[in-house]
Nanobody, 125 residues
Framework: QVQLVESGGGLVQAGGSLRLSCAAS????????MGWFRQAPGKERDFVAA????????YYADSLKGRFTISRDNAKNTVYLQMNSLKPEDTAVYYC??????????????????WGQGTQVTVSS
């Protein structure tokens, strides 16, 4: 049983940066692979990034590689998404996700164990 709460979203100008945080409840946070997904209105929820349970490996959507960085601090039960060089097409609700399996590394959605409530990111042109 894991509860995820995202924060850090907001309005930013194109080219700017935001850092999203996802705080997880429970004492088993370190056993979960974590990830970020995003969903624009009328669109599917798409994979953004994932990170291994220890933080030693990271995975990114090809289109986002180099601009976004996922990290985690297991002592704080928190995963982060640093977003740089933001573009209007990055506008979406960003969701934190937790998964016991490695399926999240490949961007799958159906097998996600827990979802956060989402935080809105809006990038103006």
């Amino acid at each position: 049983q894991v509860q995820l709460v995202e924060s850090g979203g907001g309005l930013v100008q194109a080219g700017g940066s935001l850092r999203l945080s996802c705080a997880a409840s429970g004492r088993t946070f370190s056993s979960y692979r974590m990830g970020w997904f995003r969903q624009a209105p009328g669109k599917e929820r798409d994979f953004v990034a994932a990170i291994s349970s220890t933080g030693g490996s990271t995975y990114y959507a090809d289109s986002l590689k180099g601009r976004f960085t996922i990290s985690r601090d297991n002592a704080k039960n928190t995963v982060y998404l640093q977003m740089n060089s933001l573009k209007p097409e990055d506008t979406a609700v960003y969701y934190c996700a937790a998964d016991h399996s490695t399926s999240i590394y490949s961007g799958t959605r159906g097998g996600i164990d827990y979802w956060g409530q989402g935080t809105q990111v809006t990038v103006s042109s």
